[in-house]
């Protein structure tokens, strides 16, 4: 059986990727979502005055951790010593969204694409948690990667990375 999906083995059963041979590299992932709420939501957000608090501050520490525990909810994801998770929002009011971009590093043997993903749907689901006694039809969407770079494939960049543009 061939594939191009690698998490599956020649009888297809799947199995965790052997990176050993594959050189260290820097290689750094961005990832990109949002979360699209009632006006009234969003103001209480970008007042700051949600009632259980900080709800930016507290998804960013969020999304940090969900980079760092992204091979604890991910099967078959290496687990990596990551060098930097950097977390952004930026707030629509147009919109009535709030976007997050996460970017992850490392250096190592294994891209950081999933860590990158973990991190913004961790901050996007820590922001409903948050705000879901005041608007229960929020809407997670658009989640996805922006770029990669490192490792043997080089650079990769998403043709249309609008969001956000943090």
């Given at each position: 059986?061939?594939?191009?999906?690698?998490?599956?083995?020649?009888?297809?059963q799947?199995?965790?990727?052997?990176?050993?041979?594959?050189?260290?590299?820097?290689?750094?992932?961005v990832?990109?979502?949002?979360?699209?709420?009632?006006?009234?939501?969003?103001?209480?957000?970008?007042?700051?005055?949600?009632?259980?608090?900080?709800?930016?501050?507290?998804?960013?520490?969020?999304?940090?951790?969900?980079?760092?525990?992204?091979?604890?909810?991910?099967?078959?994801?290496?687990?990596?010593?990551?060098?930097?998770?950097?977390?952004?929002?930026?707030?629509?009011?147009?919109?009535?969204?709030?976007?997050?971009?996460?970017?992850?590093?490392?250096?190592?043997?294994?891209?950081?694409?999933?860590?990158?993903?973990?991190?913004?749907?961790?901050?996007?689901?820590?922001i409903?948690?948050?705000?879901?006694?005041?608007?229960?039809?929020?809407?997670?969407?658009?989640?996805?990667?922006?770029?990669?770079?490192?490792?043997?494939?080089?650079?990769?960049?998403?043709?249309?990375?609008?969001?956000?543009?943090?």
């Open positions: 059986m061939t594939t191009p999906l690698t998490h599956f083995d020649a009888q297809g799947a199995h965790m990727v052997d990176v050993s041979a594959k050189a260290e590299t820097h290689r750094v992932a990832a990109a979502g949002e979360i699209r709420m009632q006006p009234e939501t969003f103001a209480l957000i970008a007042s700051g005055t949600a009632k259980k608090g900080d709800v930016l501050g507290v998804a960013r520490i969020a999304a940090i951790q969900g980079a760092k525990r992204c091979s604890d909810l991910v099967p078959l994801c290496h687990p990596l010593p990551i060098t930097r998770v950097k977390v952004e929002f930026e707030l629509d009011e147009a919109a009535s969204r709030v976007l997050c971009r996460a970017q992850v590093e490392t250096l190592g043997r294994t891209g950081v694409e999933m860590e990158a993903l973990c991190a913004v749907q961790v901050g996007l689901l820590t409903y948690d948050m705000c879901k006694a005041a608007d229960r039809g929020m809407v997670i969407d658009r989640v996805r990667v922006l770029e990669k770079q490192g490792g043997k494939s080089g650079e990769w960049r998403a043709a249309d990375t609008v969001l956000p543009s943090a």
